[in-house]
Structures are given as C-alpha cells and as structure tokens.
C-alpha cells in the first residue's frame, strides 16, 4: 500500500468519525436538549472516547458551530432533491415551506436545529451571529423565488417580496417552536393551512388557475 492510500484512508476515516461525532451531538440535543450534549456524552454514544471529541472541536462552541454547519448543510441538500430553483417561483416558495413543515415531525435534525436556535436566543450571542448568517441565507433564496414569481406574473407584483421572505421564515420557526411546546399538535393540519393560506394571499387575480 502506498503513502498515498494510507492518508486517503486516514483522512476518510476522520471524515467517517466526525460525521459519527456529529450524528451522536443531533440525536442527544433532539430527545434530550442542548444541556446534554458533553464530550462525554458524544464519545459514549457514538463509541469513540470521550478525547476524540475534544481533539476535534476543542469547546462545545466550536461543536455547536460545525454542527449547525451540518444542519444547514442536510437542510439544503434535501431542498435540492426537490429541484426548487428549476420550478416557477410561487411554486418553489410553497415547496419549501411544504419540505420544511414537514421534516419537523420525526426528523432529528429538524428537532436538533431548533432545539439549538430556541437556546441560542436565551444564552449564546455567538451562536444567534451563526444563525443570523443562515437565516439571512434562507431569506435570499425565497425572495429570490418570490421574485421570480412576480416576474411570471404568477405572484401579486404589489408584496414586498423581501418583508414576506422574512414572514415567510418566520411561519416556519413559529410552527417549529410551537411543536416544541406540544409535541402532540396537528402538524398535518398546521402545514395544510398554512399552504392554502401562503397561496391565496400571494397569488396574482392574473396568473392562471393551477
């Protein structure tokens, strides 16, 4: 075996125990909350020694912050899946909403997020700057979309379309939180009006019956 191999192996075999890292600190904040989430707890269930995690991330923050990094980054490639930027505006606007609504209900990443953005606005300024940056990110894809719509005259040309990108974000986190609260809610039903709600007020008089 080459030298070049055995590092090709090394380095896949960090990538394989920081994704390992990871998907333990998703899991312990989604049933159990941030305060869970030590060192040792991550080494314990993800099986490596509780040294690993320190070695990797050197503090909780430095944790927190590549795991949001994850988050955002699996969030995103699901929303790919679903080719939004390839579908008319209004549509990729309530497609998003609609893959959002619905990875709360069972998904610990979903959970995992916004479980880390509930604590982030009580406790933690560096982690509300990290989430500002991924928000403002979510905010220019959907008034990018809702633009977009404007311009194919399938959406009211009389919106602001940056103030109702931030409601629109705004809907989800408020469903999101509230699910946190009650975990027994209607998401189905939530998600349902919530579309029907979304598409009667920014629908164009002009744009033709769907």
Request: charged letters at 25%; hydrophobic letters at 40%.
């Amino acid at each position: 075996m080459t030298a070049k191999s055995i590092r090709r192996t090394q380095a896949e075999r960090r990538t394989e125990s920081g994704h390992g890292l990871l998907n333990s600190a998703v899991h312990l904040i989604a049933r159990h909350g941030v305060g869970a989430v030590t060192f040792e707890a991550i080494g314990r269930t993800s099986g490596f020694s509780r040294g690993l995690p320190t070695q990797r991330f050197g503090s909780k923050q430095k944790l927190i912050e590549a795991l949001l990094a994850r988050l955002h980054e699996n969030q995103q490639a699901r929303l790919v899946e679903h080719r939004l930027d390839d579908r008319p505006g209004l549509d990729a606007v309530l497609t998003y909403v609609d893959v959002c609504l619905r990875n709360l209900a069972g998904n610990d990443d979903a959970r995992a997020y916004f479980r880390l953005l509930s604590s982030s606005l009580a406790e933690d300024k560096g982690l509300r700057e990290a989430f500002r940056g991924v928000h403002a990110d979510v905010e220019a894809q959907l008034e990018a979309w809702l633009t977009r719509g404007q311009r194919e005259g399938a959406i009211r040309s009389d919106i602001e379309a940056g103030s109702v990108a931030l409601m629109i974000g705004c809907l989800v986190f408020g469903v999101s939180m509230q699910l946190l609260v009650d975990p027994d809610m209607d998401l189905t039903l939530i998600r349902d009006t919530s579309l029907s709600v979304l598409r009667a007020s920014l629908t164009s008089q002009r744009a033709p019956a769907s």
